[in-house]
């Protein structure tokens, strides 16, 4: 399995949804497709609540977020420190 590259399906746009990320092509906000997954939503029901949007679309806002969260935590301190 590859790594999945999100920066070929993720954009901002200050003309669009006041620039927050959204899957290239689309209005609709990382925000949104990770808060439907946080609810429990499969991604089936994503993909039919957005149309527009693909499987490899939502892979790539999991991807966003997995790079996003390493990047805001702090280095582990190391054992016995």
Same mark, same amino acid.
Do not use: Q
């Given at each position: 399995? %590859?790594? #999945?590259?999100? +920066?070929? +399906?993720? #954009? +901002? @746009?200050?003309?669009?949804?006041?620039? &927050? !990320?959204?899957?290239?092509?689309?209005? /609709? *906000? =990382?925000?949104?497709? =990770?808060?439907? $997954?946080? @609810?429990? @939503?499969?991604? &089936?029901?994503? =993909?039919?609540?957005? !149309? *527009? /949007?693909?499987?490899? @679309?939502?892979?790539? /806002?999991?991807?966003?977020?997995?790079?996003?969260?390493?990047?805001? $935590? !702090?280095?582990?301190? !190391?054992? %016995? $420190?």
């Amino acid at each position: 399995m %590859g790594k #999945t590259n999100y +920066r070929e +399906r993720i #954009t +901002r @746009d200050p003309g669009i949804c006041g620039g &927050e !990320p959204v899957i290239k092509g689309t209005r /609709v *906000t =990382l925000r949104t497709i =990770l808060a439907s $997954l946080s @609810d429990g @939503d499969s991604v &089936e029901a994503i =993909l039919k609540a957005f !149309p *527009t /949007v693909t499987e490899e @679309d939502v892979r790539a /806002v999991v991807a966003f977020a997995a790079e996003s969260a390493r990047e805001d $935590l !702090p280095a582990p301190r !190391p054992v %016995g $420190l």
